[in-house]
Nanobody
């Protein structure tokens, strides 16, 4: 049974930082591309950052220079370091695991809430 469990969300003031973690029960974690998505009220889900099994990284333009995605294959965990947070970063953040060329191997966590407010 595949499970992705996000943690690290919370309430933070503008300009603050949070570090999200996603622990995965995937049998072979290292072969999956991992991503962070977010969804704010009334908006579509959007990709925030992704990292492939080979370490290639993509960021949404809105978070470039502020967020950093990384993975620790020994711990079956992917991280999202979020700095200089803005109110528009407020959203439910989801972890995703996707196996390249295998669209049936596509899993999601339950989400962790990030709220940026004074």
């Amino acid at each position: 049974q595949v499970q992705l469990v996000e943690s690290g969300g919370g309430l933070v003031q503008p300009g603050g930082s949070l570090r999200l973690s996603c622990a995965a029960s995937l049998r072979v974690f290292s072969i999956y591309s991992m991503g962070w998505y977010r969804q704010a009220p009334g908006k579509q889900r959007e990709l925030v950052a992704a990292i492939t099994s080979g370490g290639r990284i993509n960021y949404a333009d809105s978070v470039k220079g502020r967020f950093t995605i990384s993975r620790d294959n020994a711990k079956n965990t992917v991280y999202l370091q979020m700095n200089s947070l803005k109110p528009e970063d407020t959203a439910l953040y989801y972890c995703n695991a996707r196996r390249p060329l295998r669209p049936d191997d596509d899993y999601w966590g339950q989400g962790t809430q990030v709220t940026v407010s004074s």
